[in-house]
């Protein structure tokens, strides 16, 4: 077991994924204590799920495997360096390491392009390509003031 195995593994997904149609090329495992404990391809196009990125499917059969929300010593091998949703979701499961194959700027070259969405973080919100606009604040709030109150929360 070593880290250019489960590399290739990531990279077998992706080649196998693009190969039946489930979507674009992109694989990716998960691994705990030097086994497999969750593997995903790109999905987008075949379940009709823009989520569906490798990374995505990837953590969510993980998180079911381990029967756990988060993934803790763990390490993520990803075919590709991850999107911006990808990296955020690998930060909200908190694996221990990410290893990635090609590049943001690989990933662009075959028209792939997560660079833009890079790019719109930092911008005005009325000034991103997909505008976004705050509305009804005090309501939205509601559920808030009644977390910080819930006696059997389960935090993360
Ligand atoms: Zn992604």
Same mark, same amino acid.
């Given at each position: *077991?070593?880290?250019?195995?489960? *590399?290739?593994?990531?990279?077998?997904?992706?080649?196998?994924? *693009?190969?039946?149609?489930?979507?674009? #090329?992109?694989?990716?495992?998960?691994?705990?204590?030097?086994?497999?404990?969750?593997?995903?391809?790109?999905?987008?196009?075949?379940?009709?799920?823009?989520?569906?990125?490798?990374?995505?499917?990837?953590?969510?059969?993980?998180?079911?495997?381990?029967?756990?929300?988060?993934?803790?010593?763990?390490?993520?091998?990803?075919?590709?360096?991850?999107?911006? *949703?990808?990296?955020?979701?690998?930060?909200?499961?908190?694996?221990?390491?990410?290893?990635?194959?090609?590049?943001?700027?690989?990933?662009?070259?075959?028209?792939?392009?997560?660079?833009?969405?890079?790019?719109?973080?930092?911008?005005?919100?009325?000034?991103?390509?997909?505008?976004?606009?705050?509305?009804?604040?005090?309501?939205?709030?509601? #559920?808030?003031?009644?977390?910080?109150?819930?006696?059997?929360?389960?935090?993360?």
């Amino acid at each position: *077991m070593n880290r250019e195995k489960f *590399m290739q593994e990531a990279v077998n997904a992706a080649l196998k994924g *693009m190969q039946n149609n489930e979507g674009g #090329p992109f694989g990716c495992v998960i691994v705990k204590d030097g086994k497999i404990v969750g593997k995903g391809n790109n999905k987008v196009t075949s379940t009709n799920d823009p989520t569906a990125h490798a990374e995505v499917t990837a953590i969510r059969d993980a998180c079911k495997n381990l029967n756990s929300f988060q993934l803790e010593g763990c390490e993520i091998y990803t075919s590709c360096e991850p999107c911006p *949703m990808c990296l955020g979701a690998i930060y909200w499961a908190r694996p221990d390491k990410v290893y990635y194959g090609s590049s943001q700027t690989d990933a662009a070259n075959i028209g792939f392009d997560d660079a833009f969405i890079y790019k719109e973080i930092p911008l005005p919100y009325a000034q991103r390509s997909i505008p976004f606009e705050q509305l009804l604040t005090e309501i939205a709030l509601k #559920p808030f003031q009644e977390w910080i109150k819930k006696v059997d929360k389960t935090t993360y």
